[in-house]
């Protein structure tokens, strides 16, 4: 039991002073001399330390991870009505006899007219739109501005048989966001723009005609 507790002492003075060798110094009630503090990579058994984040240039590249997802929910309702009521009389007019102007007696009395007019207009609208987005583009480094700032530039283009898929990607990075596995994600770049553009048997399914295009831009009806 003692041999157990003496090398349970010894490995806790070299976990924590860095040697067993401590135990004579520690030993002594005048010493007071100590090892070095404790710290995680002396301590741990599984620490690993962390890379070093490498220093970045014109035209090298890296990771955009891309995970965009939107919705817009728009309803509207208008109902408007407008009601008009008029009469008119002619009570005074007037007779060319000969070269002359006279009044008109009206004999057969004041001509009138009366009538009344109602505008009815009532409009409901909705509105909802899902859009999601998730791919992995390769940037390049195009400049970099004067604070540290990166600015990337990304072109990815799929082509299966005849359908094309054409990703374009640019925006402002921070250097600290970009992660050690030489990736940055889509929320943690400023100026974002992605423009995406399809073509093919799939695109030519549900694009719209010259025609409806028109009719949506000028709305006749």
Request: charged share 25%; hydrophobic share 40%; glycine share 6%.
């Amino acid at each position: 039991m003692r041999i157990h507790l003496l090398t349970l002492i010894i490995i806790l003075e070299w976990v924590l002073n860095g040697s067993p060798m401590a135990i004579a110094q520690t030993s002594s009630l005048l010493g007071t001399s100590q090892g070095p503090p404790p710290t995680l990579d002396r301590l741990s058994w599984t620490y690993q330390t962390p890379p070093e984040q490498r220093t970045l240039k014109l035209r090298d590249v890296i990771t955009v991870v891309v995970d965009e997802k939107t919705q817009v929910i728009a309803e509207g309702q208008m109902d408007r009505r407008k009601n008009a009521n008029g009469k008119f009389v002619l009570s005074d007019w007037i007779l060319l006899k000969g070269w002359s102007l006279i009044p008109d007696p009206q004999s057969k009395g004041d001509p009138t007219i009366g009538g009344s007019m109602e505008n009815k207009y009532r409009a409901e609208s909705e509105l909802q739109s899902r859009e999601a987005l998730k791919l992995r583009v390769a940037c390049e480094i195009v400049d970099i501005r004067p604070n540290g700032n990166l600015v990337i530039e990304g072109r990815r283009t799929i082509q299966v048989n005849n359908d094309i898929w054409e990703i374009y990607l640019t925006g402002t990075v921070w250097p600290k966001s970009i992660l050690p596995d030489n990736t940055v994600l889509s929320e943690n770049i400023a100026d974002l723009r992605i423009v995406k553009r399809e073509a093919g048997h799939v695109r030519d399914g549900y694009r719209r005609g010259w025609l409806l295009k028109w009719l949506d831009t000028h709305q006749p009806f």
